[in-house]
C-alpha cells in the first residue's frame, strides 16, 4: 500500500475547465471517497490518478514516485467499474487469474492467489461459473477479486455498486468496508451517493463544479460543514434552511421564528452569539439538521438552549424507528425527526423543541458558515 498525493490538479477539455486545481492527500491504508453531484469532476479526477486521462497541470504522487507521465499498467493501482467488464466465455477462476497470466505469474502462485483471493471475498464455490450464472452481487465481488489479485497499492472504485438494487447496494456497502479492514490498502472511491460516502469513507471530499468543497472525516463534514452546498448534500433528510434576522431582545441575541398558524418564538442562540455579534439586524440563514427539531430530547432538562414552538403538521412520513413530520416555518418547509408515537396528524397542531446548541449559521451572499 502507498499514499497518494494530489497536488494542484487541474483540467480542461477544451476551453471546459472540469478540475480547478485539487490538492488532496491520502495516508496510506485510507479509505477516501470522492463524492458530488453528476459533472462534479469526481470520475475525471479518478481517470486522472488511474492514467486513463492526461493532467492539464498539477502533479500526483503515489508513495514518493511523480506518476503524470507513467502509463497506468506501471502505476500500481487496481480499478473496479461501475460496469462489472468480466470476460464473459471465462469462469470466475479464469477472470481472476486472468491479468496474472498475462504478466507470466507461474501457474502455482496463480493458483494460490485465486484461492485467497476467492476466499476473502467468500466465492470459493463460484470459481467455476460463468458471469452468466452469477447475480450482480456475485459479479462485483469477482470483478473486486480481479483487482485483488494484482495486490496493488492503491484501488480505485469508479460508483461500483450503482448497478445494484438497494438492498443488495447495502450488503455490498458492508462487503467493501470489510475487505478495506481486511487488506487495509489505500482506496480511492468515487461515489454520488452521499450514504455510501458515510459509511465507508475515513475522510471524504465532497466536491462541486471542480472544487473540493470540504475534505473531512464523515462526521466533521456531518457536524461541521463549510457551506451551504455541504450541509445539504451531506446527511437525508438534508438539512433545513430557514432564513431570519438575527435580533436582540432584553440583552439576549436570537432568532424569531414564525410558524404557518402564526405562532412565533424567539429563539436565543446562546454561546454562539460570540461569533455572530456583528450580524444583529441582519438577515442570516439558520441551518438545522432534521433530529434537532423534535418533541423531545434526551436530558432537555440540562440544556439552556432547548426551545419550544408551536407547529401545524402539514405532512407526516413513517420512515420505521422515527416519524418526519413537515411543517412550515419562515415560510420554508422544515423537516422534523420525531419519535413515531409522539406524531400528529397532517392538521393538527404539534409541540416542537428546537435545539439551539446544533444552530449552524450561513452568510446568505457567500453560502459560507458563519459559525
Known amino acids: 500500500m502507498a499514499s497518494l498525493k494530489i497536488k494542484n490538479i487541474k483540467k480542461a477539455f477544451g476551453s471546459v475547465e472540469v478540475l480547478k486545481g485539487v490538492s488532496i492527500d491520502a495516508q496510506s491504508g485510507e479509505f477516501l ?209 430557514i432564513p431570519c434576522r438575527l435580533i436582540r431582545s432584553n440583552n439576549t441575541v436570537g432568532v424569531q421564528l414564525e410558524a404557518a398558524d402564526q405562532t412565533s418564538a424567539f429563539l436565543p442562540i446562546g454561546h454562539k452569539s460570540n461569533g455572530l455579534e456583528t450580524w444583529v439586524d441582519r438577515e442570516l440563514i439558520l441551518g438545522l439538521r432534521p433530529e434537532h427539531i423534535s418533541t423531545s430530547f434526551p436530558q432537555q432538562d440540562a440544556s439552556d438552549q432547548i426551545h419550544p414552538i408551536n407547529c401545524q403538521v402539514d405532512v407526516v412520513e413513517p420512515t420505521g424507528p422515527d416519524t418526519l413530520v413537515f411543517v412550515n416555518i419562515n415560510a420554508k418547509k422544515v423537516t422534523c425527526r420525531v419519535h413515531p408515537h409522539e406524531a400528529k396528524p397532517p392538521g393538527e397542531l404539534i409541540g416542537l423543541l428546537v435545539d439551539m446548541s446544533r444552530a449552524i449559521f450561513f452568510d446568505p451572499e457567500t453560502e459560507k458558515r458563519i459559525v
Not at 85 to 100: C, D, E, K, T
Request: glycine share 8%; aromatic share 6%; charged share 20%.
Open 33 to 241: 471517497v470522492l463524492v458530488g453531484p453528476s459533472g462534479c469532476g469526481k470520475s475525471t479526477l479518478l481517470n486522472l490518478i488511474a492514467g486513463l486521462e492526461s493532467i492539464t497541470e498539477g502533479d500526483i504522487y503515489i508513495g514518493d514516485r511523480r506518476v503524470n507521465t507513467v502509463s497506468p499498467k506501471d502505476r500500481d493501482i487496481a480499478m473496479v467499474f461501475q460496469s462489472y467488464a468480466l470476460y464473459p466465455n471465462m469462469n470466475v477462476r479464469q477472470n481472476i487469474s486472468f491479468g496474472l497470466e498475462m504478466r507470466k505469474v507461474p501457474t502455482k502462485e496463480i493458483n494460490d492467489i485465486v484461492q485467497k483471493v476467492a476466499g476473502i471475498l467468500q466465492i470459493e464455490d463460484l470459481l467455476d461459473r460463468k458471469p452468466g450464472q452469477l447475480s450482480g452481487g456475485q459479479r462485483q465481488r469477482v470483478a473486486m477479486g480481479r483487482a485483488l489479485s494484482r495486490n496493488p497499492s492503491v484501488f480505485l472504485f469508479d460508483e461500483p455498486l450503482s448497478n445494484l438494487d438497494a438492498k443488495l447496494r447495502v450488503e455490498m456497502r458492508t462487503e467493501i468496508k470489510l475487505l478495506h479492514q481486511r487488506i487495509a490498502t489505500t482506496i480511492v472511491y468515487v461515489t454520488h451517493d452521499q450514504i455510501e460516502a458515510m459509511t465507508l469513507a475515513d475522510r471524504i471530499a465532497i466536491m462541486k463544479d471542480g472544487i473540493v468543497q470540504q475534505l473531512d472525516s464523515p462526521h466533521g463534514v456531518y457536524e461541521n460543514p463549510a457551506n451551504l452546498f455541504v450541509a445539504g448534500f451531506i446527511g437525508s433528510p438534508s438539512m433545513n434552511f
